[in-house]
T-cell receptor
Framework: QKEVEQDPGPLSVPEGAIVSLNCTYS??????FMWYRQYSRKGPELLMY????GNKEDGRFTAQVDKSSKYISLFIRDSQPSDSATYLC??????????FGQGTELSVKP | DAGVTQSPTHLIKTRGQQVTLRCSPI?????VSWYQQVLGQGPQFIFQ???????GRGNFPDRFSARQFPNYSSELNVNALLLGDSALYLC??????????????FGPGTRLTVT
């Protein structure tokens, strides 16, 4: 079993839709949770960073962490074609080593 | 401010050869980590360095080695290249290694092709 599981998609939505991206993880020691966006053939770009459980909002993006169910989510409101990319969830314990999911490929159609 | 920089951008090598990849972290960042990303997969942790010392190692063979210099830049070396080493190699920098922020910022990567 992988430490972080993420549905690879692909996920296709119309412009303006609300997008929900999800990951599950297995190790309850993980305390730090991140979402990265990666455009084709580029390095990952940090979108959201949260510690422990709860919600964090930044513009059209909301990250949610539920440690009781080991579930992390990213919501994108009013999705735009420029949001088309691969979204990677990642977790970490105090060691700083990031453990990534496989990535979900998102396509937002005009 | 400049972000994380990596060189070269692309590299083509033959099986059995050796390769050196370079990374410069964000100014003021003291920790550098290396990741390997195979097509269609998430990045896999290779090494973490902080203050020139190795602070973490992933499940990679001894053919992989790295070091960090006094200016916090880093090199990743891979010996005896195999076809399976073809991947995007990513460098990430963070402000500190422990006891605080773990936000890691990635560079554009070096795409290595082994033929």
């Amino acid at each position: 079993q992988k430490e972080v599981e993420q549905d690879p998609g692909p996920l296709s939505v119309p412009e303006g839709a609300i997008v929900s991206l999800n990951c599950t993880y297995s190790n309850s020691a993980f305390q730090y949770f991140m979402w990265y966006r990666q455009y084709s053939r580029k390095g990952p770009e940090l979108l959201m960073y949260t510690y422990s459980s709860g919600n964090k909002e930044d513009g059209r993006f909301t990250a949610q962490v539920d440690k009781s169910s080991k579930y992390i989510s990213l919501f994108i409101r009013d999705s735009q074609p420029s949001d088309s990319a691969t979204y990677l969830c990642a977790t970490s314990n105090q060691g700083g080593k990031l453990i990534f999911g496989q990535g979900t490929e998102l396509s937002v159609k005009p | 401010d400049a972000g994380v920089t990596q060189s070269p951008t692309h590299l083509i090598k033959t099986r059995g050869q050796q390769v050196t990849l370079r990374c410069s972290p964000i100014s003021g960042h003291k920790s550098v980590s290396w990741y390997q990303q195979v097509l269609g997969q998430g990045p896999q942790f290779i090494f973490q360095y902080y203050e020139k010392e190795e602070r973490g190692r992933g499940n990679f063979p001894d053919r992989f080695s790295a070091r960090q210099f006094p200016n916090y830049s880093s090199e990743l070396n891979v010996n005896a290249l195999l076809l399976g080493d073809s991947a995007l190699y990513l460098c990430a920098s963070s402000l500190i290694q422990g006891g605080g922020s773990y936000e890691q910022y990635f560079g554009p990567g070096t795409r290595l092709t082994v033929t």
